[in-house]
């Protein structure tokens, strides 16, 4: 025989009670009396007037680890199509955010190790020429909301390097690229980014806003000539070094430090070269003083430092063809240096250029 005890409801509750029912009640009984009040037909069902309930039964439930096991009726699922639309959200999503990286006509082996670097593919893209020298351009696959990378140096040719650069920043931005990078390793026209006479022009900011119409958000270069060159562009440039190569070369070599000496091959490398010699436990600077007196004159050279039985290390931004490190290496010979290494970081060697 099993009884049941009520509890009785909180002051609160605001359903009245129009008769008693019975604390206790037996199941053994034939007809078990049970009375309840509504407020209304559509109000919630509320026991009165009652103590406890409790329930006598003859066995106890067993729940695994001691506690019931509910079904949580509120837990927030999808269809199954709507949880394929999502997946498939996310899924585009992710491949919104990946990278691109194409390669111009300039340099493909770099861009081809760049890539292996990543670990990424190079982008397929169309570039050929028309009879009349025009360049065409087209990508062979979508960029639509891609960071895109455009590897092109303007190497020597360099007007035909320029102007494929420009195109392809053209091709990406109407193409939808979320954001274009133009990797520039070389920069063209650098060395024109003042005027040192009169009705000269500064092609280096003539250059640099030509990239920044085309479409290009971001620039990437490598050992600009000058570091002002950086200002000429109004969208953000990300300058790097080649520096850390240079110095572990260097190092290979084991050279005592108290050998070496810093030359810069002109006035304008100074900074250049102070900044490597403090790389190098802060060894002496050298100048190679170069001066011409007119066109078609040879230059007189004078050198402004000491290295007399030292290393001497020539730091220059790039190699043309190579008329000032040859004349600088035979008057570092001349003035009593022991070796002569000569670092740059663009090799051009136009050694075949008449002016």
Excluded at 117 to 146: H, P, W
């Amino acid at each position: 025989m099993a009884s049941l005890t009520m509890p009785r409801p909180s002051q609160s509750t605001s359903a009245s009670c129009s008769s008693p029912i019975p604390s206790r009640c037996s199941f053994g009984d034939q007809n078990p009396t049970f009375s309840f009040s509504f407020r209304d037909s559509r109000s919630r069902v509320h026991v009165c007037n009652a103590a406890a309930v409790r329930c006598d039964m003859a066995e106890a439930l067993n729940f695994p680890n001691g506690k019931p096991n509910i079904p949580v009726l509120n837990e927030r699922t999808l269809p199954k199509f709507l949880e394929t639309a999502r997946m498939e959200k996310t899924v585009n999503r992710t491949t919104n955010n990946r990278i691109k990286l194409f390669s111009g006509t300039a340099n493909p082996a770099l861009s081809q190790e760049i890539a292996c670097y990543m670990g990424v593919e190079l982008g397929k893209i169309n570039i050929k020429r028309f009879a009349d020298g025009e360049i065409y351009v087209q990508l062979q696959e979508s960029v639509r909301g891609c960071d895109v990378y455009l590897v092109q140096p303007t190497c020597p040719p360099a007007n035909e390097n320029l102007m494929e650069l420009l195109i392809m920043i053209d091709a990406c931005r109407r193409a939808s690229a979320k954001n274009i990078t133009a990797v520039i390793p070389y920069f063209g026209y650098a060395r024109a980014d003042r005027k040192t006479q009169g009705r000269e022009s500064i092609a280096a900011k003539l250059v640099a806003n030509l990239i920044t119409e085309a479409g290009a958000d971001r620039v990437l270069a490598c050992d600009l000539h000058s570091g002002q060159s950086m200002g000429y562009f109004d969208i953000p440039v990300d300058h790097v070094y080649c520096q850390p190569v240079i110095l572990d070369y260097l190092a290979s070599k084991t050279v005592s430090s108290n050998d070496l000496v810093v030359v810069s091959p002109d006035v304008g490398g100074v900074a250049r070269a102070r900044a490597f010699a403090k790389k190098l436990s802060d060894a002496p600077l050298a100048i190679v003083d170069k001066r011409r007196h007119g066109h078609n004159v040879a230059e007189v050279m004078n050198l402004i430092g000491d290295v007399k039985g030292k290393v001497a290390v020539m730091v220059d931004d790039m190699i043309d063809t190579a008329g000032t490190i040859a004349k600088g290496a035979a008057l570092l010979h001349q003035e009593g240096a022991r070796e002569v290494y000569a670092c740059c970081t663009h090799a051009v060697f136009r050694l075949d250029y008449k002016s």
